[in-house]
């Protein structure tokens, strides 16, 4: 990382003896890559309730921006205020590396916007669009930090991967104590009349020693009918953009309950995932009662050498049957390897492989066949069949 630290003096003339120190760290992510994908959808008609969308599958090769770690800059702040309280900030922005466009929606600073105070006894206090428990507490060790967003839960369904943020929110987090930390935050719906309406809040911890650490959190987010382009309306930015869950983006409110855990042994780091996601209709949904969905999955990672780290997953996901159907079924294999050439740049070979199986909603509310969609919805390409195997190479530097 650049750091830029700075002494925050108030000049003399001002007429005031008052100081602080700070410092503020400029920082960021570059990640390009290629791509290719067995079988990716292409639409050969519209669609409406009532007449699904057709689709024919065809393999794609193609550039892909951020596999490894989302292509970003940011700015980390902390000004020092005196007995172990400080001012804090960050902002992050995301952007595409093949495009220059910029991430999140094209939000500015999509990634994380926000500003509190930290204190070394007290705990850490933020509000703006930032991350929730669930990313803090088990995506940390979970399934994507071993295999990138390829290697996440079919669809990230459960966020483990943090394809959301959770904007106009409150976060409170924790000092350590004996190894455990907790959290909780709130996401405003900034709804008039109802506070309840479009309103997220979650909370979860994470305990670890020395070679083992487990995490668990809890999330529920409500949003009003009428998902725009994937994003829920509310303060959870949720995307719905993959098939898995394409069809239960009219859902009235979501939960989320996930854990994960991880134990080294030597070289080798080994973990356990497992999340719940349920969807639960309103009186304008598209779909009727609750949509729920259960993941579990295993991984393994080696370090080779100081250069070379290999790893390994296998997840399966379940859904809740729809309408009398065969209830939709994922198993999701990954491979990855990752090559150091220096502290701040590395080479990277991914490979994931599908298989899904059973009934599903689409986006207008029919009942179709599940398709495959390896990894999360950041990564992840649709396919028109029941099996996708998807191929990613690349080169990531940190600054």
């Known amino acids: 990382m650049k750091k830029i630290t700075m002494a925050l003096c108030v000049a003399g003339c001002l007429c005031t003896a008052a100081h602080a120190q700070g410092t503020v760290t400029l920082y960021g ?42 292509s970003r800059w940011g700015l980390k702040g902390k000004e020092d205020l005196g007995d172990g309280l400080a001012a804090v900030f960050q902002l992050e922005s995301g952007f595409n590396i093949g495009n220059g466009q910029l991430g999140q929606g094209g939000r500015m600073f999509g990634r994380q916007s926000w500003m509190g105070l930290s204190s070394t006894r007290y705990g850490t206090l933020t509000m703006g669009r930032q991350y929730d428990p669930v990313v803090d507490f088990v995506g940390s060790i979970g399934p994507g930090s071993f295999l990138t967003g390829m290697g996440a839960h079919p669809g990230d369904l459960d966020n483990i991967d ?22 909780a935050l709130y996401g405003f719906g900034n709804q008039a009349g109802s506070v309840k309406n479009q309103n997220t809040w979650s909370v979860g911890g994470q305990y670890v020693n020395g070679p083992f650490a487990i995490g668990a959190a809890y999330l529920y987010a409500t949003n009003a009918f009428g998902a725009n382009g994937g994003a829920w309306t509310g303060s959870y930015d949720g995307t719905f953009a993959s098939s898995i869950n394409e069809g239960f983006a009219s859902s009235k409110s979501m939960q989320i309950v996930a854990a994960a855990s991880t134990y080294q042994i030597g070289a080798v780091t080994m973990g356990l995932s497992y999340s719940n996601t349920q969807y639960r209709a309103g009186a304008v949904s598209t779909f009727k009662g609750n949509a729920t969905y259960n993941s579990v999955g295993g991984t393994v990672s080696w370090q080779a050498s100081p250069a070379l780290r290999v790893a390994a997953g296998y997840d399966f996901t379940r859904g809740s049957s729809v309408g009398g159907e065969a209830a939709p079924k994922y198993h999701q294999l990954n491979l990855a390897s990752y090559y150091y050439l220096s502290k701040r740049t590395a080479l990277y070979g991914l490979v994931g492989y599908q298989k899904a199986s059973g009934k599903t909603l689409d986006a207008f509310g029919n009942v179709v066949n599940a398709t495959a969609s390896v990894g999360d919805v950041g990564n992840g390409i649709s396919s028109a069949g029941d099996t996708q195997t998807l191929v990613r190479v690349g080169v990531r530097h940190t600054f």
Request: charged fraction near 10%; proline fraction near 3%.
């Open 162 to 183: 943090n394809q959301s943020r959770e904007n106009n929110s409150v976060k409170y987090v924790s000092p350590k104590f004996g190894g455990f930390t907790f959290g």
């Open 29 to 70: 992510i570059v990640d390009a890559g290629l791509g290719y994908a067995s079988n990716q959808r292409v639409a050969t008609s519209k669609g409406s309730l009532g007449s699904p969308v057709a689709y024919r599958g065809a393999s794609s090769y193609s550039f892909a921006s951020g596999t490894w770690s989302g």
